[in-house]
């Protein structure tokens, strides 16, 4: 989907839209023109699915809220105060964005099937409601005198046609632009991992709060429009679970997280629904949606993802290897431009202080206290269990401490959402890494980026630097599904470059590599401290630690063992008890 | 890619029309009437009895000569499914006149909400539709080609409480003086029941208000609401679930309580309480007694037709829906020899001032068929059924009624 090259989808829409139109003009059957404004209708309710869901990886069952919405304040409107459907769409668009907004911020408290199961909950309440207020069947009054002040044109079905492709373009648009910017990116990130993308800087909740009010108005504004088209609204029509689940059908069967996938999704099975109602409802009825679903699990079968990226992958693979050439600027000099830091007299980055988190009677971390000198590497180590992943996501804001507090640059960031301290400079990556496969390495690096970055050309060149700084420039096109575990860990530790940490939390990055994997990226990562980036790392292959850090803090049962240079701290007979083992005090 | 799926729509649609060609190009003199139903999704049963009764009528009159004033042309009956949504039905329609636009008349389409997105198809179209359809609003948005041939909801809830006055006097000889509501929340139950419950209606008839209970479907417990019932003694009791699960819920344990079988007078509203798919979800026991308000059903002098739809669909009684469907062809056939040409503009003038007492008049009850300005049938009345032996039998009014009503004498 995001492709270097972002222009090309341009043509491709128009020449869509030329052809659709030709073929509205060429036939003249008001049934055909019928079907073919509910292929745009179902084509744009997709794409406001895809908006939310496609995206950002929050599987919506409650769209009909906001279609059902808009096109009940359509029909009322009309009936009540005589709005044209000229204004009341625009105004019905704006009914579901608010409704986007409302919904969101009380449902965004969930994630994954939880927050599914709570848009089902929506439209089904609204349903209830709207046979509550008596409004079982509401139609639009036919309009005689100045039927097109009122967009009737049941005469001409071809005009609904236009009007449909107009609404169409303006949401592949729409669709578009986010795919390319930094809308999109970080939605993507939030489908790939919201933890990792709240910790990479990327403010989750304020971006699927868009999303949400965005994909509403579209919802909106459609809903109302296939009122217009349908004349007729009842409770089912606009809040049933069939108005949800052609919109998820549609995209799911196109493909999801593209604008293509909805447009594919409706253009097929919209047609190929009415075709089987006409061909075998009057001998076989019934057969019609068994053989609908029959063509649904065959795709889905045959191509999981839709049916776009079926087609892609199959084109990509014939294709030519999409590795550039291009040749990276020198490591040394991309060093030199990232580290351009604010300078701070404080020799102590970060002063930690009575930290505590107890879960439950298990108290994971206990009164810890330490100091992060600024420039230097810390290791953290301790036995499995000991608190050093809780005491990590206790620093960068991912859980909140019982007590204790945290100075970070001289702020105290106990309380703070992820992104906000990430954005003050603390920057982490994670024991596992979960790149969105379908993003070239590139494209995950810049997500990490957005944190600093102005705008999306600052955040590329961002991105161009880290990827540098850690050797992968020359593979910045290849999609992250295609590479190996060695590269995933550098796109990782890009990602968390990018953003321009002064701070760095590693969790883990040696872990599964092989021993000269291990020696390559240590050595990037003292290359890393020399810029001037302090950095804290949890590890548990000693043998490279010792070489790496300039100190350890020892951890045991969520308290601070003990602190020193490496000489010390592996001499030290609790230490060897505890984590060490004697077979490392006969081989030391 | 794009210009392959467009390839793809268009030959779709290309076949659908050289199928929907070749399906329909039968007896070429033939006078075509669509009627247009669900027959598939949910409401396909109800669908498949109106097909069955429309193609009796069919057969019937192309029997007997088919339409005199037309030198003896068959009738041909085009089916259209309504399917499961509003959607569906309005595609349906839009497919039936564009690609039938020699079509007379049309009959359908059972849900009012499909009528409702129909009728906005054939109005445009000016094809005269008939139906059976309750909702005010059919025939409430001006429109000139549509007949509604059932009393409308509203006339349905005003005339609800003089009847049941009417039955309880013939039937037991006394006025009874205390009612009782239980209905669910559903705005056709509350809709029914508000103009009874407006103003001085009761106190008008003579009645006052011992129990009133509304519910939020579905129930889960029905004993609170049946005990109040049993506790405050109504005489007649309007009792108005819209689930089956509800309507079972309520009737097991109005005879639990001994209030089944006619004990109290239980009365609902519309053809669901009469269905036969009721039956087989609820005790026969528990429902025997229990009456309900139709438009249309199976009546006195009827019997023969009654035979004839039983053997033919496997129903196990004629019941609203296919009554009223073999009506309509008959109507429209009346109509088309009235207008002595196959013309649909004919056919929806000679609708319009239609008024006969004969023929097809005797299919509906009220026995007349003429429609005001709006399309509503003028003399449109009611049937109050009640099942009695497993089956639910028309006993009200007497010019229909096939049996006695069961009604306590006090």
Known sequence: ?588 | MTSRKLAHMALLIASATLISVTAHSQTGDSVKMGLIVPLSGPWARQGQVMRVGAEMAIEHINETGGIHSLGGRPLELLVFDAGDSVERASNAAQRMVAEHPDLIGVTGSYLSSFTLAVSEVTERAELPMLTLSYSDLITGRGFNYIFQTSATGVKQAQDALPILMGLAESASGIRPKRIGFVMDSTAASVAFVKPMLEGNTLADNGLSLVVNETFTPPLSNAAPLVQRVRASQPELFLLLPTAVSDAKLLLEKLNEFGLGKGALPTISNGSAMGDPDLKANVNAEFLEGVMSIVANWGVRGEEALSQEYKQRSGEPWLTQNPICAYGHVWIIKTALEMAGTADKHAVAEAIRTMDISDGPARYFPGNRIRFDEHGRRIDAELLVVQWQDGEPKTVYPEYAAIADPIWPSR
């Not at chain 1, 003009?25 to 496609?54: E, F, H, K, P």
């Not at chain 1, 002040?149 to 669709?175: E, K, N, P």
């Not at chain 1, 549609?250 to 006409?278: E, K, N, Q, R």
């Not at chain 1, 920057?427 to 969105?436: D, L, S």
């Open chain 1, 1 to 588: 989907m995001l492709q270097p090259n972002k222009h090309r989808h341009w043509p491709w829409i128009m020449a869509f839209v030329g052809a659709y139109a030709l073929l509205s003009l060429v036939i003249d059957n008001d049934y055909y023109q019928r079907v073919m404004t509910i292929v745009l209708v179902w084509a744009v309710m997709g794409l406001s699915w895809n908006l939310l869901s496609g995206y950002s990886g929050l599987v919506s069952f409650g769209h009909a809220a906001f279609f059902g919405l808009g096109g009940y304040f359509v029909v009322l409107s009309q009936i009540a105060w005589q709005w044209s459907p000229w204004l009341s769409i625009p105004v019905a668009a704006l009914i579901g964005a608010a409704a986007g907004l409302a919904i969101g911020s009380i449902t965004f408290r969930l994630r994954g099937h939880y927050f599914a199961l709570a848009m089902l909950a929506y439209p089904l309440a609204l349903l209830y409601v709207f046979e509550w207020l008596g409004y079982q069947e509401v139609t639009i009054p036919r309009v005689t005198d100045a039927p097109a002040a009122y967009m009737q044109f049941h005469d001409q079905m071809r005009v609904y046609v236009f009007i449909g492709l107009g609404i169409l373009v303006l949401t592949m648009m729409l669709s578009r632009f986010i795919e390319e910017h930094r809308f999109g990116k970080s939605l993507l990130a939030i489908k790939q991992d919201e933890t990792a993308a709240e910790a990479s800087g990327i403010n989750t909740r304020a971006w699927k709060l868009r999303a949400i009010t965005l994909s509403g108005a579209i919802a909106g504004g459609i809903g109302g429009f296939y009122a217009v088209v349908q004349l007729v609204v009842t409770p089912p029509s606009a809040f049933g679970m069939l108005v949800s689940a052609q919109a998820l059908t549609v995209a799911m069967f196109g493909g999801v997280g593209t604008v293509w996938g909805p447009v594919i999704g409706a253009v097929t099975l919209v047609p190929l629904s009415a075709w089987l109602d006409a061909r075998f409802a009057q001998d076989l009825p019934g057969i019609q949606g068994v053989l609908y679903g029959v063509a649904i699990v065959g795709v889905v079968l045959l191509a999981p993802e839709g049916i776009f990226w079926r087609i892609k992958d199959h084109f990509k693979r014939r294709g030519i290897d999409p590795t550039p050439g291009g040749q990276g600027s020198t490591q040394l000099d991309a060093a030199q431009r990232l580290s351009t830091q604010q300078t701070y007299d404080d020799p102590i980055i970060m002063r930690v202080r009575d930290l505590s988190k107890a879960y439950g009677g298990l108290r994971a971390v206990d009164a810890v206290s330490f100091d992060v000198n600024r420039g230097e590497i810390l290791g953290l180590i301790g036995p499995n269990g000991a608190g050093k992943t809780t005491l990590f996501n206790l620093l960068n804001g991912l859980t909140k401490p019982d007590e204790g507090s945290i100075v970070f640059n001289g702020t105290e960031i106990v309380g703070a959402e992820p992104n906000k301290i990430c954005a003050q400079g603390l920057g982490r990556t994670f024991q596992v890494v979960k790149p969105f496969r379908r993003m070239s390495i590139l494209e995950n690096v810049i997500i990490g980026a957005y944190v600093r970055a102005r705008d999306d050309a600052e955040a590329r060149t961002m991105a161009e630097l880290a990827l540098d700084l850690v050797g992968l420039a020359d593979d910045a096109q290849r999609i992250a599904g295609t590479i190996s575990n060695e590269q995933l860990r550098l796109v990782e530790l890009a990602r968390a470059l990018a953003g321009r940490p002064s701070l760095l939390l590693l969790d883990e990055i040696f872990a599964g590599l092989s021993h000269s994997e291990v020696d390559a990226l240590m050595e990037r990562v003292k290359r890393l401290s020399t810029l001037g980036i302090t950095i804290v790392i949890i590890e548990h292959t000693m043998q490279a630690m010792v070489k790496l850090v300039d100190r350890f803090i020892v951890l045991d049962h969520g308290s601070v063992l003990t602190q020193g240079t490496p000489s010390e701290v592996t001499k030290n007979p609790e230490v060897i008890s505890a984590y060490l083992g004697k077979k490392w005090a006969e081989n030391a």
